[in-house]
């Protein structure tokens, strides 16, 4: 964390004590000599002792300020380290992968489609000092894709690979469970991103709206052929994570390629900003 520079209030409240160190403490050592030798008059010892008082409320003053400055920067020091013990979702190694998935059919239990390419992004709890607080909990994901010129396709809450295939929905539409998961320190976990059948030109984003069709496409969101760009935005309490990533449609007859990403962490810009 940046310290504060002293504002003027500060300099203000310190400057009778500069004073007081430099001019009245060496005037009252300068005049021990006049104590030793004779008496002083009246006057001068008026002065001495207003000199000594002023050094002494300085040094009273100092004290004080120092006290709540040592109190401040072991706060300051107790809420860093509570902090950077907090979770921090980042990709993991080799975080945008293709996987090869088999789909099921839900009524018989056997597969209604084997090998299909999917692109899964994989997100783990690395914090920097572990502690007691480092265990994530109910971490969202919303996912973004554009085409490589920026137009936006469309927007989805995103799905961790490892929930649950259906979620009961509500009249209103809302699932009654949250896509969200908990993540222990040091824990893996896939987002799905998109999905494509071999044999067509369009792929698919995944998400819980998948899991309403048996095979999981979802019209509006259809995927184009060729690069797609996409954004992967984590967030939870202490999470703020976005991930950029590219990944091509290769067409009929092919699969999906996942291409590059690089990421960014917000909460990491309070610490190292």
């Given amino acids: ?25 060496l005037t009252v050592i300068g005049d021990s000599p006049f104590f030793a030798n004779r008496p002083p008059e009246a006057t001068g010892r008026y002065w001495v002792w207003l000199r000594i008082c002023f050094v002494v409320s300085a040094a009273i003053e100092w004290f004080r300020q120092w006290k709540n400055l040592r109190a401040r920067d072991r706060r300051i020091g107790e809420l860093e380290s509570r902090f950077r013990a907090q979770p921090r979702i980042v990709p993991a190694r080799d975080a945008l992968r293709t996987e090869l998935v088999n789909l099921f059919d839900r009524s018989t239990g056997t597969i209604a489609a084997e090998g299909l390419p999917c692109i899964r992004l994989r997100m783990v709890n690395d914090p920097r000092f572990p502690g007691d607080e480092s265990e994530a909990e109910k971490v969202r994901a919303a996912v973004t894709f554009r085409r490589p010129d920026g137009t936006v396709l469309f927007t989805m809450n995103g799905r961790w690979a490892d929930a649950p295939g259906r979620c009961e929905r509500l009249p209103s539409g ?64 202490f999470i703020d994570t976005v991930v950029n990533f590219q990944f091509r449609n290769e067409g009929a007859g092919n699969g999906l390629v996942a291409l ?11 610490l190292n900003p």
């Fill in 1 to 25: 964390m940046k310290k504060k520079n002293w504002s003027a209030r500060s300099l203000l409240r310190f400057l009778p004590l500069m004073v007081a160190v430099v001019s009245g403490s």
């Fill in 174 to 237: 809302d699932t009654t469970s949250e896509p969200s998961v908990p993540f222990p320190v040091r824990q893996e976990r896939s987002l799905d991103i998109a999905f494509k059948y071999r044999s067509e030109e369009c792929c698919y984003g995944v998400n819980n709206n998948s899991w309403e069709k048996e095979d999981l496409r979802v019209p509006s969101q259809t995927l184009p052929t060729g690069i797609i760009v996409g954004q992967a935005r984590f967030s939870g309490k």
């Fill in 260 to 270: 590059k990403y690089d990421y960014e962490s917000k909460i990491d810009h309070v």
